[in-house]
Structures are given as C-alpha cells and as structure tokens.
C-alpha cells in the first residue's frame, strides 16, 4: 500500500509533495521547542527550579532533555500521523514545562523525580480514560468561551516567563512587576534586539524565523563578548560545557520518583498534574483545530479520541524518558495552511525531529535569555483566539476574561482554567440562560473548587 492510500490523500484532496512541504513548514515552525523545553526544564542550583542531576552541570542536562524532547516529539507525532491521520505535531507543551518547573517544583518543592512519575501516572490515566471515550466526553463539557480562552491565557503565561528570563520584567515590592534596567543590562539590551529582529522575520514570513531569531541572538551575543564590549561574565554567553547524548542519567528516574513517595501526597500532585494536563490539552487541541478550521459547528473537534490517544501515549513516554507533557502545537496550522491535511503531513514532520538530534550540542550551547525569545513570540501570536470570543455577551465575557487574566496573574494555567470555569455556570445562573447549562458544567465547577481548595488552602504543600 502506498502513502496515498494509506493517508488516503485523495479523499482530502491532497498530493504527497503538499503534504511533505506542510510537514516541513510545521516542524520549522515548531523546531525551537528542541531548544526551549531544555532551558524550561533544566534547573540551575540556587538559582532556577527544575531538574538537577547531581555530577552533571546544567548545560550537560540541557542536552538530555533535548535528546528526550526529540525522542517524546517524534513518539506522539508518529502516533499522531499513522493512528490519527491528523496534520498535527505533537512534543512537550509550551506551559506545561513551566508549571513542572516553576509550579510543581520550584513553589511545591517536589523532587523532579516524583514529579516525572506522576507525568508518567497521570499519562496512563489519560490512555485509560481515552480508550472508553470519557476524556472526548469531558472535553465536550468545556465551556464555549473557556475553550476559546485558553490559549489566549497560555500565550500570556509564556509572555511574562519569557520576558522575566530577558530581564525585561522584573518583580517589584510596590507593583508587582515593572520593568527592568533595560538600557544598562546587556543581556536585556540584546533580548531586546533579538525579540523584534524574530518579530520581523515571522511577519515576513521566514519559515522557521522563531529558531533563526534565536540562534541570531546568541551568535550576537557570543561575538559582542569575544569583541570586548561586554565582561565575560555579563551573561550574554551559556556556560562553557560539553553537550551530552547520554540520557540514562535521566530516563526511567520516574522510577526512583514512584520508589519514594507518600501515598498522600503523591495523589495530591497527580491530581494537580491531572487536571493542568487534561484541560490545557483540550485547550491546545481546540486551539489547533479553530486555527486549522477543523472545528464543527459546536466548536468541537471531530473523532478527538484519536488525537488525545496519541497524546497520552506520547505523554507517558516522554515522562519515562524524563520529560513534562506532551500535547499538541498550534504551529502545526502553518503546515494546515500549507495544505496538509492528512497524517503524512504529522509523519514527515517526525521524521525531521529525529533528524534534529544533530542540533542537541546547539540547544546546549544557547542561553536562557535568548531561548525564552521563543516563549514571547508564541505568546504574542496566541493572542489572536481571542477574536472567536463573543465580548458582547457578559456570559461569555466573564468566564473568557477570567480564564486569560488569572493564568498570567497567578502565574497558572490550572489557576486559569479554573476561574473559567467556576464562572461560566454562575453567570448563566445569574442571567437565568439556564438552557445553555449541563449537569456536567455543574460537575466540572465543583471539581474545580475542589482543585482550588487543596492548591490554596497548604494541604498539599504539608503534605510533600
């Protein structure tokens, strides 16, 4: 059997030499992640929160997580090409990564073993749930105006860790958050230059002009330096280190995390785990399919089992492998909008991640400055959902707004999700639209309280 019949091209009124260009515009598009989940991910002692591994120096475990990030992307992405027939490309998710690090290990203090294992549980859960239709019935239960608000909200997220990491947002004890010293930090001075230089190439059109952008930043930085314009030790260049392809130091810890938990508080953080997971996914995938026009008329994805099956089976193994969630990427659009249509379109572009291993000593080798360019051009491009929101309608108004502003102010996506949530069935009560109502919205509210009653009231933080 050929691509054409098994893709069943035809049918989608499609050619393999459209599809192969579409998958290489979608991982072109989304390749920076090789380099961004690393730096998210990776912790550095006494500075940033994330995986540490004793005997190995940050810049060596950046490695191993592009090595893995490669491998979980390629996984789900196959899955999601020859089990889905669906042109979209999955890897471990812009804000999930985040909230493992920022949220689950840094705030909560958790060892990032136990924090893999329940990736790796909570990645089993969704399988399960998957295979008898119960996550495809739960998604049908988001909210309209929460799905179209996600990512919207994720993008604001990514924007704000994004900027801290350049230093062009810097906290403050009166406002919060202000700006930084710009004009006399170099390392902002030159994120500066390298976010509008990755902003002008995305609006030109440059395929691939988020990866361009930074590695044109760090190039930049590293000649500045050699010049003597700036100290050695200004930050404009990563530590010295050589890049690794060894990943046993890191794949199956999820085992020493499953080895060494309390029973308690290991369920709190699956829980928690559970539902960021569950509903940025579906955010994710919605997102995906309004920006591809897959959408039915209800606003839902059809035959969504499929894509969410391939999600969590690439989600298991990227935890096992040692790496946060994978979902899928709403740059697989670009490769939409260049006609893909079918699983080939999702095939080709697995087939380049693999090839991508040969960049693992370029994620190593870039700054977390200029890696995080990525996260504020994403962020800014994932404001555009927020036009399918009906502002006229205060019912729809209030859980949408929630959604978007609590994300980034509570630095949440669960957080996010949750007001939107809790909020849709009170202002349809409110405004007696007791029609648009399910039982199921009820039930998804009161699990929500419940989520921000153990999130907020310490039981899970004196547990762990």
Do not use: C
């Not at 329940?118 to 998957?130: D, Q």
């Not at 996010?416 to 849709?424: F, K, L, P, V």
């Amino acid at each position: 059997m050929g691509l054409t019949e098994y893709f069943d091209l035809d049918a989608h009124d499609t050619t393999v030499r459209t599809e192969v260009l579409a998958g290489i515009t979608t991982f072109l598009t989304m390749s920076y992640i090789v380099v961004v989940n690393p730096a998210i991910l990776a912790g550095i002692p006494d500075t940033k929160p994330g995986i540490i591994i004793d005997g190995f120096s940050p810049t060596q475990v950046r490695s191993m997580l592009a090595v893995v990030t490669i491998i979980a992307a390629a996984t789900a992405t196959t899955i999601m090409a020859l089990y889905a027939n669906r042109p979209f490309a999955q890897a471990p998710g812009l804000g999930l990564n985040a909230f493992f690090a920022f949220t689950v290990v840094g705030a909560l203090g958790i060892p990032w073993q136990t924090a893999l294992a329940a990736v790796v549980v909570e990645g089993v859960i969704f399988i399960l749930l998957t295979a008898v239709g119960a996550r495809e019935y739960v998604i049908r239960l988001f909210p309209q105006p929460v799905k179209f608000a996600v990512g919207t909200g994720i993008g604001l997220f990514l924007t704000i860790i994004g900027l801290q990491a350049m230093g062009i947002v810097v906290d403050d004890s009166a406002t919060l958050v202000t700006m930084g010293q710009v004009a006399s930090n170099p390392v902002a001075i030159l994120s500066v230059f390298g976010l509008f230089l990755t902003f002008a190439l995305y609006a030109r059109g440059i395929k691939g002009s988020i990866i361009v952008g930074v590695v044109a930043t760090t190039v930049l930085g590293w000649l500045v330096t050699q010049a003597g314009l700036v100290a050695p030790d200004a930050g404009l260049v990563a530590a010295s280190s050589s890049a690794t392809y060894d990943i046993t130091p890191l794949a199956g810890s999820f085992l020493q995390g499953l080895g060494s938990i309390e029973s308690f508080s290991f369920a709190l953080v699956v829980f928690t785990f559970f539902f960021v997971d569950f509903f940025d996914t579906a955010g994710t995938l919605v997102g995906v399919g309004q920006a591809g026009d897959f959408l039915d008329e209800d606003g839902n994805l059809p035959d969504v089992d499929k894509p969410l099956m391939a999600d969590a089976i690439g989600t298991t193994v990227g935890g096992m492998l040692g790496t946060s969630t994978v979902t899928t990427y709403i740059e697989s659009a670009t490769g939409v909008e260049e006609g893909g249509r079918t699983g080939l379109t999702a095939l080709v572009t697995a087939v380049l991640f693999l090839a991508s291993l040969a960049l693992v000593p370029l994620a190593a080798a870039i700054p977390l400055y200029a890696s995080h360019i990525a996260l504020v051009v994403i962020g800014v491009v994932m404001l555009s959902n927020v036009v399918d929101i009906d502002w006229n309608d205060i019912t729809q108004t209030v859980p949408a707004g929630m959604t978007i502003l609590v994300m980034p102010f509570t630095y949440s996506i669960a957080y996010g999700i949750a007001a939107g949530i809790i909020s849709y069935p009170l202002v349809k009560i409110a405004a007696g639209e007791y029609d648009d109502l399910r039982l199921g919205h009820l039930a998804l509210a009161g699990a929500f309280v419940v989520y921000f009653f153990v999130r907020t009231s310490g039981l899970l933080a004196s547990s762990v």
